[in-house]
């Protein structure tokens, strides 16, 4: 099962399924340096430090310029959140799990925040709205096979 919540370029969000478990999940989700491996817009990720909340890093898009992150929320096998600095604001990005009824159930939120989020939703977001489903697939079939 497929589902669509936020549908603006500035705040939108993609959830899939999967019969892999949320431990398997998270394990795709908090190793940084494969990121790549399912978001193909990347040529590389790297996190300074342990996945914890404060630990910063870099994302290298195969496309423009290099950009910093940093880790500002973590709840262990449920949910993380890592922001970007943006001119005037944020690229937020919340990634949630849940089970229900023998499934788990993966979000991907993402949200520019700021003066010029309209402008980044349109530049950016209508992009990243547009390959989050492949994302998501990507996801599933790395955990699927752990």
Do not use: C
Request: avoid cysteine.
């Amino acid at each position: 099962m497929t589902t669509n919540a936020q549908q603006t370029n500035s705040h939108f969000s993609h959830t899939d399924s999967t019969k892999a478990t949320a431990e398997k999940i998270w394990q795709v989700w908090t190793d940084v340096p494969n990121w790549k491996q399912w978001d193909k817009a990347l040529n590389e990720a790297v996190l300074n430090g342990d996945f914890a909340i404060g630990t910063t890093g870099i994302l290298k898009p195969l496309k423009g310029p290099q950009s910093k992150f940093i880790i500002s929320e973590v709840v262990p096998n449920t949910s993380y959140t890592f922001k970007t600095k943006i001119p005037f604001g944020w690229l937020v990005i919340k990634r949630t799990l849940e089970v229900k009824n023998g499934a788990t159930y993966f979000t991907h939120d993402v949200k520019f925040t700021g003066l010029m989020k309209g402008f980044f939703g349109q530049v950016l977001g209508k992009k990243y709205r547009a390959i989050l489903p492949s994302v998501l697939t990507e996801i599933k079939l790395i955990a699927e096979k752990i």
